[in-house]
């Protein structure tokens, strides 16, 4: 498996050891990509109140998860980073399962140490639910979805967890308001990567609404938390990195159907490698997502869209890989607060792309 992925610099080389100059000999044409590999480290069936949490079963797999990715590095340099944003999940349901907010971290201390220790990244994770007569909801508005957050944060403040000091977030089910993303800026988080861009939904199991926001990172307005600040208004710090999406299309989508889906590297490699190819020429950055435990098949949601095992996590991984250098660009993985850092030293009127200098 190993042998099939083709060599890319890693974030290490990329902004420590003079990648950009390397780069600009062997191609004067070629543009950097940031390749964002995230992994939300949650159990998303227990938000419906349907089950027990598997949050031992989600940890049991992240192992051999790493295993996966330390080897996609390995493929592509020697510096023996593994520059990963794991979002990890901290909040009401995580604490009523295990005791603590943070229980998730310090139960498994052991692989969070190693994987801070090989350059990755452990971002904050909350799903903002509470419980109502026995099932767990999503908080009804805006504000109740800030006190949520706050509650959890003050846990994480409280239980000083030696290592962990999260500076990035993603909130679950792409949930969001201005009071949250106000909040975010205030306590430190410097981006947050929660928007799917051109979504809404309203149903029984989801409500989000991302529908004017841009596919480029963007400084929130105070007003609208979807939308860039405009000229005239001072925006909020925090940096929204959105998740790329793409036109991929699944079994289940009426004929005629175009659906623009975040980039799960548990889709079907098939449709995946066609929606990716379809907008790689406009990218300026690829922020992916892994959700372990359908990585792990463990749960393999209904329609045939998400397809369970790690080969088809590296299948589509190679895809991007292949796919970029086709469209003249060289992907280089970094972490989900370098991107962040990028958008803080950059000039006014650059793009986010890590451009040879």
């Known amino acids: 498996m190993v042998g099939r992925f083709q060599r890319i610099p890693t974030h290490a080389e990329a902004l420590g050891t003079g990648i950009y100059n390397r780069h600009k000999k062997m191609s004067a044409s070629r543009k950097i990509l940031p390749l964002l590999i995230t992994v939300d480290v949650c159990d998303g069936s227990y938000d419906r109140g349907d089950r027990k949490p598997r949050f031992n079963d989600l940890m049991d797999v992240l192992p051999e998860l ?35 907010v943070t229980g998730l971290y310090t139960g498994w201390k052991n692989f969070w140490d ?18 109502d007569k026995g099932k767990w909801v999503p908080g ?5 979805l800030e006190e949520l957050a706050r ?10 967890v030696a290592g962990w000091n999260p500076v990035t977030c993603r909130i679950g089910e792409a949930m969001c308001s201005n009071e949250l993303m106000r909040f975010l ?12 861009p051109g ?20 400084h929130p307005s105070q007003n609208d938390y979807r939308s860039p600040a405009r000229t005239d208004e001072a925006p909020l710090r925090i940096l929204e990195i959105p998740f790329s999406v793409a036109e991929i299309r699944a079994p289940y989508d009426p004929p005629g159907t175009v659906v623009r889906r975040y980039l799960d590297l548990s889709y079907d490699p098939t449709e995946f490698e066609v929606g990716v190819a379809k907008s790689m020429t406009t990218a300026s950055s690829l922020v992916t997502v892994i959700h372990p435990i359908q990585a792990a098949g463990l749960e393999i949601p209904d329609g045939g869209l998400v397809m369970g095992g790690y080969d088809v996590v590296a299948k589509n991984l190679d895809a991007i890989v292949r796919l970029s250098k086709e469209a003249g660009m060289s992907p280089v993985p970094i972490r ?11 000039k006014p009127g650059n793009d986010f792309s890590l451009n040879p200098v």
């Open 151 to 160: 509650s959890a944060w003050k846990d994480i403040i409280k239980d000083k």
């Open 114 to 131: 190693d994987i801070a220790a090989s350059y990755g990244e452990i971002g904050w994770h909350p799903h903002l639910f509470y419980e």
């Open 66 to 100: 790493k295993s996966l990715l330390s080897k996609f590095m390995s493929a592509h340099s020697n510096s023996g980073a593994l520059p990963v944003t794991w979002f990890l999940r901290a909040d009401e349901q995580v604490k009523r399962a295990t005791g603590s």
């Open 185 to 196: 800026g205030e306590i430190g988080i410097i981006a947050d990567s929660t928007a799917i």
């Open 336 to 346: 989900m607060r370098d991107l962040a850092e990028i958008d803080r030293i950059r």
């Open 140 to 144: 009804k508005d805006g504000k109740q």
């Open 199 to 218: 979504r809404r939904r309203s149903d029984s199991d989801r409500h989000f609404d991302w529908e004017p926001t841009p596919e480029t990172p963007y």
